[in-house]
Every structure is written in structure tokens, then in C-alpha cells.
């Protein structure tokens, strides 16, 4: 049966709109983030928030399930050297994760270096996602995943940032990309106690003015944590 996508946005916005006010109350009801006012200037250059066209073609792409919950430790992460500029302040909250991707020009593969320098660029003080995700499969740490991200504008103070590499408004995540990123929710939910359901996994575009994580990915994200409830 094909489900009539309108009304899935539809439950799905008034669901999220009432996270973000529970979340937003208790964040900002006593927790300031003085480096989330610094890290602003980018999410100000981003691609504004375009309707869904519902009569476009989503490309097809497998998400396939996961056989085997792997720990945040058992999917053995390495976390290349990078510098970061200034202080970063320590997240002390973590109730949701956010899927991005790197939506650049082309739905290519990208180094961690190369967006830690584009970050580096905007004023940050380096990467803002806490990890990346790369279209073979292969993850790895970005911004030390104790530190505020800056990633997902006024929400980073409680959320991880995750990013696959490429453009889903154009291209489709392999199934290596796909697959990995669903064990790394899967990780991060066992890890911070995360109930993985559509008010603790967003995507971008569910939180600021953006098409992030892409046309062919976004209506996909229920099938995602669906396979990340199956496996915890
Ligand atoms: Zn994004």
C-alpha cells in the first residue's frame, strides 16, 4: 500500500515541533550556549528550506537492516588528528541525533579534512559534525563527540551530528553509507539511553530552515529508525 506521504510530513512536523519546544524549554530554561551564538554565521549561508515537491520522484536506495548491534566501541572509530581553534564547550545533555548530509555541489565523497577546513573557514572552530560517514561505509570521529556540535542551529546544545557524505537531493547513499550510519544510531541510542523514534532522530531539515539531509534521503528517515529500533 502506498502511503499518502503528505499526511506522514504532516503527523511527523506536529510531533517534532513539540520536541523542539519540550527540548527547547529544558535547554534553554537553564543552560545558555554562548559557543552555539559564535558557531551562527553558517547556517545563515545554507541552503534555505524548499517545499517538498510530492510529485517528484524519490530515487530508490536500499537501507538494509542490521544483523548484528555492534557498541559505540565494538565499531572501533578512529579519530584522525585534527586542530580545532579555541575552546569548545562540553555538551551536558544528549537526546537526539541528527543526520545530515554534506550536500555539497556534487554527490561526491568528501574528506574529513576538507570539511573541517570549509567549517574552519565560516569562523568555527573546526568540523562541526561529530562524525562522518563516508559513501564506502568507512566512519569516522569528527568534533570530539563530548563537545557541542555545530551543526544543527540552536539545537546543538543536546544533539550529535552525523554526516554522510554527498548530495541526496541529487544522488542516493550506497548501501555500505547507509548501513554503517544505522549502526552508528544504533551505537549512539545505547550509549546516551536515546529511544530511537522520530523525536529523538531528525533529520536537518526537521529543526532549521534547510533541505539537508536531501529530497531522496528525508522520507526514508522512518525506514532508518525503524531498523535501529529492530536491532536494540
Ligand atoms: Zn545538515
Known sequence: MIENPMEKFTRRNFLTTATKFLAGAAVFGFMPNFAEAAEKVIYLEEKPLSAIDFTKEVLPFDIPQI???QTLSE????????????????????????????????DKDSTLKEIHKMHLGNGWSGVGYHFLVHKNGAIEHARPLDRVG??????????????MTGNFEIGVPPTEQILETEKLIAALCQHYYINPSMTTIFGHRDLCDTDC????????LSEIIGNVKAIL
Open 75 to 106: 565499531l572501533n572509530i578512529p579519530a584522525p588528528k585534527l586542530k580545532f581553534v579555541g575552546t569548545m564547550d562540553q555538551r551536558r545533555l544528549t537526546t537526539a541525533i541528527v543526520l545530515h548530509h554534506a550536500g555539497l555541489k556534487q
Open 67 to 69: 544483523s548484528k548491534f
Open 213 to 220: 539531509p536531501g529530497y531522496n534521503v528525508y522520507p526514508r
Open 150 to 163: 555545530a551543526h544543527a542551529y540552536r539545537h546543538n546544545s543536546y544533539s550529535v551530528g552525523i554526516c
